[in-house]
């Protein structure tokens, strides 16, 4: 039998309300915000991932799906949007209409990291990106918007956490300033953290290994390091998020995984996924439009980890409310040509209704309306027939009510959403 592949999973008929309804309160949501949908490919030419997110990340480094096709040419199937969405913003000149666009898109990344809980080779990320706003004012909305959405589902175990990154102009400062603090205790790194140490050591803030950590306690705070612009922009973005009373934490190790942020980034990490406590992540890229030959915009977002929030969604909510389900138990020849007919009809009508046409005993088929969880049964025998009229019972309190066949659909339509 084949099976599919390590870290790829199905999503299961059983599963996918939820991820619908997840991405559905998203949507909404978003849309309200004033973002609108955009679907690029999830293959693209391996250049736009290195280029945007870093040769000397994890993701450019080990972790693509990279191929030849059959021409030759490098591809990759995409380790997340942003740099999608960019390509598409500078290709489709979106900047010279009108340099503001708000879009997101849903769909799924693929990165070959070490399959575990909350960690897959194929996940599914909503994201959100702003261009062309250079405020302050907008990334504190951007996280007011995100964790909204997180209150819409009923998430209570999220922490909000931000961090400035500075600028091309005050970076350079506490790069050095870390690199020398590492230099001085390399025996303590890791051998990635000794390779990240000359090439991009805001990394090794980020590392897990204990060593590493411990190694980084004491390191300097980026924020003390920020130019005056950079202070002030952060600066206003906390003093936004206190008055619209977003709880957060300012967090010196939050650096990021890809290469491209500038000034504030963020993320909502969780207790609840064990060692994957991001359910999301952000941050500005204010030089990413250029660099991947654009004008100069801003630009600011943030993807949430789908699968990850879907399973403490699972956790905090009990049920999704369902639409009423009718099952026909239909009997004869007769009773299920009737049946076939009036669930065309019903399902058309938007009640969702299931006929079992096997012929099978009343028992029988009181099994199955219970095993597909009906909240209705309508019984049409031969006596039912004869009198022309049919009984629905509802499952739940057991009552029952009589409906003639004249009309039935526009009775049971009133009656079911009454
Ligand atoms: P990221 O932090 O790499 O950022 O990913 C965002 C979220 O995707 C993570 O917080 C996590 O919830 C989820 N995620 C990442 N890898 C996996 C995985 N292997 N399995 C399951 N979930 C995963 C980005 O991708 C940026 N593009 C976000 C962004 C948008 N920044 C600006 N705009």
Redesign the pocket.
């Known amino acids: 039998m084949i099976q599919l592949i390590r870290g790829f999973k199905d999503i299961l008929p059983e599963e996918s309300a939820l991820w619908q309804h997840i991405e559905n309160t998203a949507r909404a949501l978003f849309e309200d915000f004033g973002f609108r949908e955009i679907r690029p490919p999830v293959l693209e030419k391996t250049e736009l991932f290195k280029r945007s997110i870093g040769e000397d990340t994890d ?1 450019v480094e080990k972790e693509m799906y990279t191929f030849p096709d059959r021409k030759g040419d490098l591809l990759t199937l995409r380790p ?3 740099a999608s969405v960019v390509r598409s913003y500078i290709q489709h000149k979106m900047y010279a209409a009108d340099p503001i666009r708000k879009m997101y898109t849903i769909g799924p ?1 693929f ?1 070959r ?1 070490r399959p575990q809980k ?4 194929q ?1 599914y ?1 909503i ?1 959100a ?1 702003v261009f062309g706003e250079a405020s302050p004012y907008i990334d504190a909305q951007l996280i007011f918007m995100l964790v909204s959405l997180f209150e819409k589902l009923s998430v209570t175990d999220s922490n909000v956490h931000i961090n400035s990154l500075g600028c091309p102009e005050c970076r350079p400062d506490f790069r050095k300033a870390l690199s020398e603090l590492l230099e001085s205790r390399k025996k303590q790194l890791c051998e990635d953290c000794i390779r990240r140490s000359e090439r991009n050591p805001l990394r090794v803030l980020d590392c897990k290994v204990p060593s590493c950590r411990e190694a980084v306690s004491d390191a300097p705070s980026i924020i003390d390091y920020l130019c005056p612009a950079c202070a002030a922009h952060f600066d206003t973005v906390q003093e936004m998020l206190v008055k619209q009373n977003v709880r957060f934490e300012v967090d010196k190790r939050l650096v ?3 290469d491209y942020y500038t000034r504030t980034t963020f ?1 909502i990490q969780t207790g609840a996924l064990g060692a ?1 406590s ?6 500005r ?1 204010d030089g990413l439009v250029e660099a991947l030959g654009g004008p100069s915009q801003p630009a ?6 789908l ?2 929030l879907v399973e403490i969604v699972t956790l905090n909510q009990e049920s999704l409310a369902k639409h009423p389900m009718v099952f026909i138990a239909a009997l004869g020849d007769e009773g299920i040509r009737n049946a076939w007919l009036w669930s065309n009809d019903l399902c058309m009508a938007g009640i969702r209704t299931e006929v079992d046409f096997s012929g099978r005993s009343l028992k029988s088929l009181m099994k199955r309306a219970d095993k597909v969880n009906a909240s209705y049964v309508m019984i049409v025998g031969e006596s039912e027939l004869k009198e022309g009229s049919v009984v629905l019972r509802d499952m739940k309190t057991k009552e029952q009510h009589t409906f003639s066949m004249d009309n039935l659909v526009e009775n049971l339509k009133t009656f079911l959403y009454q």
Do not use: K, P, S, W
């Open positions: 993701i997340e949007a942003t990344m990165r990291e909350g960690r897959y080779r996940f990320q994201n990106e990021r995984g890809l993320e994957q991001a359910v999301a992540g952000g941050g890229y600011i977002g943030f993807a949430i980890g699968d990850r």
